[in-house]
């Protein structure tokens, strides 16, 4: 994705790694911030690919609300059912953007039908395309009671010209032609006696989504969702803790680590940890305690970022993602937090694994670079390494939540760390953790083609080919408590 600057044509491109520039799709979420209309905007650029990673979910964790863009042509996906769920299980805010309204696209009724049907949200047009494709004249605001006339341009990001009159103008006729100018007529009538009123209290509950339509691409109607998303979306939320909600405007500075990534300027080789603040202030210099550390630390060279360009700040607040230099110290789900006033944020899920492959570096002689690129990649959240009990580390097994992770680990490991790598695919589908304390595992009795590993805590997991497989195990083991989720 992008974001244009103003009076420029210049573009901060989000996705920012070689193997996003080389594929044209975005593996990785990436954080960016800019101003409009008096706001400080933080957006968290999740991948759209169905092949997404786990990094994506827990990008989702930070957020206040979610923008769910839509390709109008295809409908809902599959990959967006998965992220609708964790965004129902955050009970955030869910705004839609119907985009690529200037290509052809599925009929508006269907496509709002698809929404309520498929993701179980109840939706309501804040406004209204006219026409589609090469026929697309604009859309409706139901809330100004005005028209903007699109008008197409060829270059990509550079906007396009449009005109705005008011509804009742004499001049719609022409502007969108009178037919058009009927239908939309009939559907406005139908929308204001059959849709769904807007209520800001369902939609911050998130059980009213508010719909948009337009083309991101060419920023048409981009700037009309933007404002009414700003009037309609909420302050930085409270966050739960081990000591209860933490008010967000709290004067003691608290945050979460959600994002740790590696390798974002190949000269020095960093390891950046994203935080998102969650209350008080930053200012520089700042000691803070860090809980799972256990100790006091000072956020190195802090830093607002624009995809892989950055500035060092000297001040952040409540709602504001920075990043600090990591020099191994921080994990996701991590908490800073003030020595005075100690507590932790609720952990971040270690979702399931749906593939899984052995993985062996191809020259011994790279086994340091090997592991170092493993666990560094396995930190970030990109993958999932396990490995079989009684073995080392001369063969790990790594589970990815869509394949294209293992893409990413084959090329990442090759052009950052040097290692050339192995890779055999396994046949299994489901990883369940054993809940159960004190376990042996070895005496557990499950199917032949169940396995038993371990992740790199050391906590006992096993691995499925079939989902009855999951039941075998229980029905076997009285007592056995399985879960979809690691901590």
Request: aromatic share 10%.
């Amino acid at each position: 994705g992008s974001v244009k600057g103003r009076r420029s044509s210049k573009h901060a491109m989000s996705d920012w790694m070689e193997i996003e520039k080389q594929r044209g799709i975005s593996v990785t979420s990436s954080v960016m911030q800019f101003n409009y209309d008096g706001y400080c905007i933080n957006i968290l650029d999740t991948p759209g690919h169905q092949d997404f990673s786990e990094d994506t979910y827990r990008t989702l964790m930070a957020a206040d609300s979610a923008v769910m863009v839509i390709d109008s042509s295809k409908g809902v996906e599959a990959q967006t059912k998965k992220l609708f769920q964790v965004c129902v299980m955050r009970h955030i805010p869910i705004f839609t953007f119907n985009n690529k309204l200037d290509r052809e696209a599925k009929n508006t009724y269907e496509l709002l039908d698809e929404i309520e049907e498929v993701l179980g949200i109840s939706t309501c047009p804040i406004n209204w395309p006219i026409g589609s494709g090469k026929n697309f004249k604009g859309i409706y605001d139901r809330y100004t009671k005005k028209i903007t006339r699109f008008y197409s341009s060829k270059t990509a990001g550079k906007g396009v010209s449009s005109v705005e009159v008011e509804l009742g103008d004499p001049s719609v006729d022409d502007l969108i032609e009178k037919e058009n100018h009927d239908i939309l007529a009939e559907e406005i009538e139908l929308l204001d006696g059959a849709g769904s009123d807007f209520d800001i209290d369902r939609v911050l509950a998130g059980e009213l989504t508010p719909v948009f339509f337009g083309s991101a691409l060419t920023n048409f109607a981009v700037e009309t969702f933007l404002k009414h998303f700003l009037s309609m979306t909420s302050v930085p939320l409270p966050r739960n803790s081990s000591i209860g909600e933490i008010d967000p405007i709290s004067n003691d500075f608290s945050a979460f680590v959600f994002k740790i990534q590696a390798n974002m300027n190949k000269a020095h080789r960093d390891r950046i940890a994203f935080m998102r603040i969650c209350s008080g202030k930053y200012t520089s210099g700042m000691e803070v305690f860090h809980m799972q550390g256990n100790k006091n630390i000072r956020l190195s060279q802090p830093q607002q970022m624009m995809a892989d360009d950055r500035k060092i700040i000297e001040e952040a607040y409540a709602g504001d993602i920075i990043g600090v230099f990591d020099p191994g110290i921080f994990s996701i789900g991590d908490t800073l937090c003030l020595s005075d006033n100690k507590f932790a944020y609720e952990d971040i899920p270690t979702f399931s694994p749906e593939h899984f492959a052995r993985v062996r570096q191809v020259d011994t002689m790279k086994r340091k670079q090997f592991l170092k690129g493993v666990m560094q990649i396995a930190q970030e959240g990109a993958i999932q390494v396990f490995k079989e009990f009684n073995t080392g580390m001369e063969e790990i097994i790594v589970g990815v939540v869509g394949t294209l992770q293992f893409d990413v680990l084959k090329f990442r490991l090759e052009n950052e760390y040097g290692a050339e790598i192995r890779m055999e695919p396994m046949p299994y589908e489901y990883v369940r953790w054993i809940e159960n304390k004190n376990i042996d595992v070895t005496t557990l009795s499950v199917s032949s083609d169940t396995k038993k590993i371990k992740d790199m805590k050391d906590h006992p997991l096993l691995l499925f080919v079939h989902q009855w497989s999951i039941q075998t195990a229980l029905d076997r083991n009285k007592g056995l408590v399985l879960s979809e989720f690691g901590r």
